[in-house]
């Protein structure tokens, strides 16, 4: 038995978080959830959307699946997702994103990888303003960029796949780019069975929407690898497509993409896919690859049934529907 911290989240956290739980109670997944809450509805408890007991659970349990959460603008709060990040050092940010078969969408042929730098860059949150002059930092050191190269590289090499793109614009941002670039180039040449080129940040937007399918792992730093990712979601139906890992050498947090997205909360036509996706990668991570098979199978033939599917997905269905039709392929 594994004991994994399940944090539900805000908006549509606690609808799709639930699905993941039922589907893993059908599956008989040998795990026990560490329920812990966070976001909006601990603040006024707490005086903090981020209570300690979150980061002690997972200290303590090493894995955990997580529902999107909200930071609310201008109270003077730090983004949680982006605070946990930093306390856990989950350095890499990984993002597979393949096209799903039998889902009509604009391409069919996707299958890559965003690994995204996840504890520095822009997100070091560090912005000051002077008079009428705002100015925010971007840090990149050679530690993380060191990390996240051979990181990047040794996910690439275990996992057959064949080609790394950097992303940068080392063109402009000469220093901190030319740094970042300086590492995955060095860690490139440690790897020559591996294909490496790169990109810059603008002309790899455009190349992912014309040809996704020349793409295997792409590595970024923090902020471009948010929004090729979302980018890249789009490529394949959407962010309630999307799972994503964050990872670290002490801990690993599950989540998808996407965030709480409250223009859909409570309906009940959120997308469990993306969170269920990140499921199996959590299932993977605790080497229970045969109960991801399964659960990966399970959806496959789920997203054939159109009549079934969220909105989102072009389908007529809701959260219930996909979660009965995933169920119904797991007995
Ligand atoms: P955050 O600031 O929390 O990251 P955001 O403004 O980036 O939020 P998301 O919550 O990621 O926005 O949502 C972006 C859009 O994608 C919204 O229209 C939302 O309804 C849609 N969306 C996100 N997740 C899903 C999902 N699981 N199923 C269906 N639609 C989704
Ligand atoms: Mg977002």
């Not at 050191?141 to 990390?147: F, G, L, R, V, Y």
């Not at 060095?186 to 014309?210: G, H």
């Not at 994503?244 to 997308?271: Q, W």
Request: glycine share 6%; hydrophobic share 40%.
């Amino acid at each position: 038995m594994y004991t994994v911290t399940l944090i539900p989240g805000d908006g549509i956290g606690p609808e799709i978080t639930s699905v993941v739980v039922d589907v893993f109670e059908h599956m008989n997944v040998p795990i026990i959830w560490d329920l812990v809450e966070a976001g909006e509805k601990v603040i006024e408890k707490y005086g903090t959307p981020l209570p300690d007991y979150v980061i002690d659970s997972i200290r303590k349990n090493k894995v955990a699946l997580k529902g999107p959460i909200t930071t609310p603008i201008g109270k003077g709060f730090r983004s949680v997702n982006v605070t946990l990040r930093e306390r856990l050092n989950l350095y890499a940010n990984l993002r597979p994103i393949k096209s799903l078969v039998g889902l009509n969408t604009k391409y069919d042929n996707v299958d890559l990888v965003v690994v995204r730098e996840n504890t520095e860059g822009l997100y070091k949150g560090i912005e000051y303003k002077i008079d009428d002059t705002a100015c925010a930092v971007r840090v990149i050191t050679k530690n993380a960029s060191d990390k996240i190269a051979y990181f990047t590289f040794k996910y690439a090499k275990e996992n057959k796949r064949k080609k790394v793109t950097a992303v940068h614009k080392a063109n402009i941002l000469k220093i901190t780019d030319g740094l970042f670039l300086e590492s995955i180039r060095k860690v490139a040449s440690e790897y020559p069975e591996i294909e490496y080129e790169e990109k810059i940040v603008d002309n790899m937007s455009m190349q992912l929407v014309l040809n996704p399918e020349k793409y295997d792992v792409i590595v970024a730093p923090n902020l471009y690898g948010d929004i090729l990712s979302d980018l890249a979601a789009g490529l394949i139906g959407g962010l309630g497509l999307a799972p994503a890992a964050n990872i670290g050498e002490d801990a690993a947090i599950f989540e998808a993409v996407h965030g709480s997205a409250p223009d859909i909360t409570n309906k009940g036509i959120a997308n469990p896919i993306a969170l269920l996706s990140s499921s199996i990668m959590l299932l993977d991570y605790l080497k229970l690859n045969k109960l991801a098979k399964k659960l990966e199978n399970a959806i496959s033939a789920t997203v054939k049934d159109i009549q079934v599917l969220t909105p989102d997905l072009g389908g007529k269905g809701n959260i219930e529907s996909m979660k009965n039709k995933i169920i119904s392929f797991l007995s």
